[in-house]
């Protein structure tokens, strides 16, 4: 049982937390799998594969870089509610993506969410 100090907000950001813990090695472990059926249906060509893949370490580093500022301004809880909402867009995004730069934008969001999640939850 929770403590009784702890109010249901803690445990939603404690839940968020782990959350994006486990979307971070979720998301590196089923992108390889992923790409050789989304390479097919979008027609990728070997570059645009490599596009989609790498995209994300991209973001995730830039963003991790960039991360101090964002949790000064709004600090660290809403850092991490917003690192756990930009992965739920980014989901959405890529359940939607139509071609190419879909997936990218898409990708590139999973990338800051991850960026920001592993700068701020540690």
Do not use: K, N
């Not at 049982?1 to 979720?26: D, E, K, N, R, V």
């Not at 709004?74 to 739920?88: M, N, P």
């Amino acid at each position: 049982a929770a403590p009784a100090h702890s109010t249901p907000f803690l445990l939603l950001l404690t839940f968020f937390a782990a959350l994006g813990g486990l979307l971070f090695g979720y998301d590196t472990g089923v992108v390889s799998g992923a790409m050789v059926l989304i390479t097919a249906h979008f027609s990728l060509s070997p570059v645009q594969h490599e596009t989609v893949v790498s995209v994300t370490i991209l973001a995730a580093f830039l963003a991790s870089l960039a991360t101090a500022p964002f949790v000064t301004a709004i600090g660290r809880r809403g850092a991490i509610l917003a690192s756990a909402v930009t992965f739920a867009g980014a989901a959405l995004a890529l359940a939607c993506a139509r071609g190419f730069w879909d997936l990218v934008a898409g990708r590139v969001a999973v990338g800051v969410a991850v960026g920001v999640s592993a700068t701020v939850l540690p």
